[in-house]
C-alpha cells in the first residue's frame, strides 16, 4: 500500500551519515536521490523512506504523534537497530520489549532531527 514516507531534516549530511549507517544493519541503503532529498530501502518496488530538507524550505519540524515503523525481522534485530541508533546519537523513547506480548515488540527512538521511529517485529494471525 505504501510506497515511500517522507521525513524531515535540518542537516541532510548529517541525517545521511545516521540512516547510511543504520539502515546497513538491515541491508536497506540509498537506492536514489537528489540535492535535497535521499531515498532508503532495499528495492523501489518495496516501500522506502525518504529523508528531505523540507520543499519548502521552512525549518523542519518533527510532528507529534507521527512515527515510522520499520521492521527488523527478529526481536534480536530490533534491539540491534535501538542500540545503533543510540549509538549514533539517536534519543531513547522506550527501549525494546513487548508491547502486545506475543504480537508485538518494539523500540522507540528519536532521530538527529527529533522524528520518531519504531523498531518492531510483529506477529500476527
Known sequence: MLAYVTIGTKDLNRAVAFYDALFAEIGAKQLFG?????????????????????????????GNGQMVAIPGGSRERVDKLHAKALELGAADEGAPGERIPGVFYGGYVRDLDGNKLCFMEMKVG
Open 34 to 62: 537528489m540535492d535535497r532529498i535521499k531515498f532508503y530501502g532495499t528495492s523501489t518496488q518495496q516501500p522506502m523512506l525518504a529523508v528531505c530538507i523540507p520543499y519548502d524550505e521552512k525549518p523542519h519540524d518533527a
